[in-house]
C-alpha cells in the first residue's frame, strides 16, 4: 500500500522492525486509520474555523437565516465515510481471522506464564526463559498461565495474545528476520509486571547458529556442563533469577547468596536449615514453608522440572558463599 512508511530492516517513528510475515499489513492499516483521521480533523477543524469567523453573529446585523437543505452534500459526507470504516472493518477482520486460524502446518512451542517469568518449552521437552524460534517457518505458540492473566506481546512480530490461568490460548506467527526481539508482558499482572520481559531469538535456517543446532546443544546441557555451571542455567531458564538475586539484593524472592546452610526463619515462626531437603521442597511445595518477611507467592515446580536439574541448582547454590 502506498501509505507505508515502513521498510523491513528498520523501524520507524511508530513501530519497531517488521520482523513477521503480517507485520507490513497490520502497519498498513494503521497508516490507513491514522491518515484518514488526520485528514478528516484538518478538514473539520479548517470548515468550523472558517464558518466561526464568517457567520458570526454582527451587533449591526440581523441573524443569517440558515439553508434548511443540500442533498448533493448530504449524500457525499454520508457515503464517503461509510465506505472508509467498511474498508477499515473488511481489512482488519479478514486479518484478525487469519491470525487466529494457525495454517495446518507449524512448529509449535508451549509457553508457561507464571509471576514474573516466562518458559518456553520446544517439542523435545527442553525448556528455555528466552523464546528461540526458526526464521521462516510457520511457528504456533500454545500459551497456559500458572496463575494470573499475562499476555504474550512482541512488537516486532506484532503479535499479542492474553495468557490464561486454566485454559490455552493460541497464536501464530512467520518470522522473516533473524535477530533478538523483545518480548514483554502486556497485561498487568501485580509487583514485577514491567520486568516480565525476555527476547524472541530467531535463528536462520542453516549454518552453526540455525535453530536445529540450537536446539540440539542447548538441550543437552546436564551431561555437558559441570553440577555447578548446569545448575546456573537451570536458576536462569527456569526463570529463578526473576525473584532470587544471587549478589545479595532481595526481591519478591529472597536472595540465595551466602544462605545455604544457614538457619532461616519462616513466617510461622518455626526455624529451618536451607539445605538439599528444604530446597527441593520449596521448588516443589512453595507454600510449605515461606521465609518470614515474604509473600507466598511463588509457583509450584511440581511436574514441570527434573530430579536431575533440581540436584544441579543445589549444586550451583551451595556454590554462592
Ligand atoms: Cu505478566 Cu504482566
Same mark, same amino acid.
Given at each position: #500500500?502506498?501509505?507505508?512508511?515502513?521498510?523491513?530492516?528498520?523501524? +520507524?517513528?511508530?513501530?519497531?522492525?517488521?520482523?513477521?510475515?503480517?507485520?507490513?499489513? &497490520?502497519?498498513?492499516?494503521?497508516?490507513?486509520?491514522?491518515?484518514?483521521?488526520?485528514?478528516?480533523?484538518?478538514?473539520?477543524?479548517?470548515?468550523?474555523?472558517?464558518?466561526?469567523?464568517?457567520?458570526?453573529?454582527?451587533?449591526? %446585523?440581523?441573524?443569517?437565516? %440558515?439553508?434548511?437543505?443540500?442533498?448533493?452534500?448530504?449524500? &457525499?459526507? $454520508?457515503?464517503?465515510?461509510?465506505?472508509?470504516? =467498511?474498508? #477499515?472493518?473488511?481489512?482488519?477482520? +479478514?486479518?484478525?481471522?487469519?491470525?487466529?486460524?494457525?495454517?495446518?502446518?507449524?512448529?509449535?512451542?508451549?509457553?508457561?506464564?507464571?509471576?514474573?517469568?516466562?518458559?518456553? !518449552?520446544?517439542?523435545?521437552?527442553?525448556?528455555?526463559?528466552?523464546?528461540?524460534?526458526?526464521?521462516?517457518?510457520?511457528?504456533?505458540?500454545? #500459551?497456559?498461565?500458572?496463575?494470573?492473566?499475562? *499476555? /504474550?506481546?512482541? @512488537?516486532?512480530?506484532?503479535?499479542?495474545?492474553?495468557?490464561? @490461568?486454566?485454559?490455552? +490460548?493460541?497464536?501464530?506467527?512467520?518470522?522473516?528476520? =533473524?535477530?533478538? /526481539?523483545?518480548?514483554?508482558?502486556?497485561?498487568?499482572?501485580? +509487583? $514485577?509486571?514491567?520486568?516480565?520481559?525476555?527476547?524472541?531469538?530467531?535463528?536462520?535456517?542453516?549454518?552453526?547458529?540455525? /535453530?536445529?543446532?540450537?536446539?540440539?546443544?542447548? %538441550?543437552?546441557?546436564? *551431561?555437558?556442563? %559441570?553440577?555447578?555451571?548446569?545448575?546456573?542455567?537451570?536458576?536462569?531458564?527456569?526463570?529463578?533469577?526473576?525473584?532470587?538475586?544471587?549478589?545479595?539484593? *532481595?526481591?519478591?524472592? @529472597? !536472595?540465595?547468596?551466602?544462605?545455604?546452610?544457614?538457619?532461616?526463619?519462616?513466617?510461622?515462626? $518455626?526455624? =529451618? !536449615?536451607?539445605?538439599?531437603?528444604?530446597?527441593?521442597?520449596?521448588?516443589?511445595?512453595?507454600?510449605?514453608?515461606?521465609?518470614?518477611?515474604?509473600?507466598? =507467592?511463588?509457583?509450584?515446580?511440581?511436574?514441570?522440572?527434573?530430579?536431575?536439574?533440581?540436584?544441579?541448582?543445589?549444586?550451583?547454590?551451595?556454590?554462592?558463599?
Amino acid at each position: #500500500m502506498m501509505l507505508t512508511l515502513a521498510q523491513a530492516g528498520e523501524g +520507524t517513528f511508530w513501530f519497531p522492525a517488521q520482523a513477521a510475515e503480517d507485520a507490513a499489513k &497490520v502497519d498498513d492499516l494503521f497508516y490507513f486509520v491514522l491518515y484518514v483521521s488526520v485528514f478528516f480533523f484538518l478538514l473539520i477543524m479548517t470548515i468550523l474555523s472558517i464558518f466561526v469567523i464568517r457567520y458570526r453573529r454582527r451587533d449591526d %446585523s440581523a441573524p443569517q437565516k %440558515s439553508p434548511s437543505h443540500n442533498t448533493v452534500l448530504e449524500i &457525499v459526507w $454520508s457515503v464517503i465515510p461509510t465506505a472508509l470504516v =467498511v474498508y #477499515m472493518f473488511y481489512a482488519g477482520f +479478514t486479518e484478525y481471522l487469519s491470525k487466529r486460524q494457525p495454517p495446518a502446518e507449524t512448529y509449535e512451542i508451549g509457553v508457561t506464564a507464571q509471576k514474573w517469568s516466562w518458559n518456553f !518449552t520446544y517439542p523435545n521437552g527442553h525448556v528455555t526463559d528466552v523464546l528461540h524460534v526458526p526464521v521462516d517457518e510457520n511457528v504456533s505458540v500454545l #500459551m497456559t498461565s500458572e496463575d494470573v492473566i499475562h *499476555s /504474550f506481546f512482541v @512488537p516486532a512480530f506484532r503479535e499479542k495474545m492474553d495468557v490464561v @490461568p486454566g485454559r490455552y +490460548t493460541k497464536a501464530w506467527f512467520k518470522p522473516t528476520m =533473524v535477530g533478538e /526481539f523483545d518480548l514483554f508482558c502486556a497485561e498487568y499482572c501485580g +509487583t $514485577s509486571h514491567s520486568e516480565m520481559i525476555t527476547k524472541v531469538v530467531v535463528h536462520p535456517q542453516d549454518g552453526p547458529d540455525s /535453530f536445529e543446532e540450537w536446539l540440539r546443544e542447548d %538441550s543437552d546441557f546436564l *551431561s555437558k556442563l %559441570s553440577p555447578v555451571d548446569a545448575g546456573k542455567k537451570v536458576y536462569q531458564m527456569r526463570g529463578c533469577a526473576q525473584c532470587h538475586s544471587t549478589d545479595g539484593t *532481595s526481591g519478591n524472592g @529472597p !536472595t540465595f547468596k551466602g544462605v545455604w546452610g544457614t538457619e532461616r526463619r519462616m513466617a510461622d515462626g $518455626s526455624a =529451618v !536449615t536451607f539445605d538439599e531437603n528444604y530446597v527441593r521442597e520449596s521448588i516443589l511445595q512453595p507454600k510449605a514453608k515461606v521465609l518470614v518477611g515474604y509473600e507466598p =507467592v511463588m509457583p509450584t515446580f511440581q511436574g514441570r522440572i527434573k530430579d536431575d536439574e533440581i540436584t544441579a541448582l543445589i549444586a550451583f547454590l551451595k556454590s554462592l558463599q
